[in-house]
């Protein structure tokens, strides 16, 4: 069985700092590794993924994320978060890649970005 | 925007009542996908057409039910409805039945409200 848990609940930072929301991930098989955000009364958006290719994953509004087998961790990161990234994130697991019906999702982290 | 197209954004029923909700893929997307999503339970697969056929089946109550048409426009049925059944609905979709896994196209939900 496969499961992901967030860490946290809710970030928040300053505009300009670091973002680290803190994704760990069980598995059975190896995993495939996503980022969704979802901005307020927005769908879902695919931030990145990870397939199995290179640990460290670049998405899109300059986040990225690094696989750690060891650690079963997909922690995702940005070096100075803009007050456009507040919005809630979701950590995503599947254990069969091909079968999209097979993703579980995480709770979620919301992240403030303040002034 | 991600194509994907869903209505009614807002619909407020009474317990007992039955709706539907529609949502129209992104062109040429064969899978369709419904979720929901509530506070205690977080994001939850109910169920995923692919090319008119149901291709996977999640935590889909049997008061629910769906379809997708030939058009590939879907439509997910709620009946006897509950308190509970307050969510957001969301519909999904992708090109394949398994191809690119995990990267779907959410629609901007459907808030169901039951009183």
């Known amino acids: 069985a496969q499961s992901v848990t967030q860490l946290d609940s809710h970030v928040s930072v300053s505009e300009g700092t670091p973002v680290l929301l803190r994704c760990n991930y069980s598995s059975s098989y190896s995993p495939s590794l996503f980022w969704y955000v979802q901005h307020p009364n927005k769908g879902l958006q695919l931030l990145l993924k990870?397939?199995?290719?290179?640990?460290l994953v670049k998405g899109i509004n300059g986040f990225e994320a690094e696989f750690k087998k060891s650690e079963t961790s997909f922690h995702l990161t940005k070096p100075s978060a803009h007050m456009s990234d507040a919005a809630e994130y979701f950590c995503?697991?599947?254990?069969?890649?091909?079968?999209?019906?097979?993703?579980?999702f995480g709770t979620g982290t919301r992240l403030q970005v303040t002034l | 925007d991600s194509g994907v197209t869903q209505t009614p954004k807002h619909l407020i029923t009474a317990t007992g009542q039955r709706v539907t909700l529609r949502c129209s893929p992104r062109s040429g997307d064969l899978s369709v996908y419904w979720y929901q999503q509530s506070l205690d339970q977080g994001l939850q697969f109910l169920i995923q057409y692919y090319n008119g056929e149901e291709r996977a089946k999640g935590n889909i109550l049997e008061r629910f039910s769906a379809q997708q048409f030939p058009d590939l426009h879907s439509e997910l049925n709620l009946s006897s409805l509950e308190l509970g059944d307050s969510a957001l609905y969301f519909c999904a979709s992708s090109p394949g039945g398994t191809s690119r896994a995990g990267e779907l196209f959410f629609g901007e939900g459907s808030r169901l409200t039951v009183l």
């Open positions: 995503v697991v599947s254990d069969r890649p091909g079968t999209a019906s097979k993703l579980t």
């Open positions: 990870y397939t199995s290719a290179a640990t």
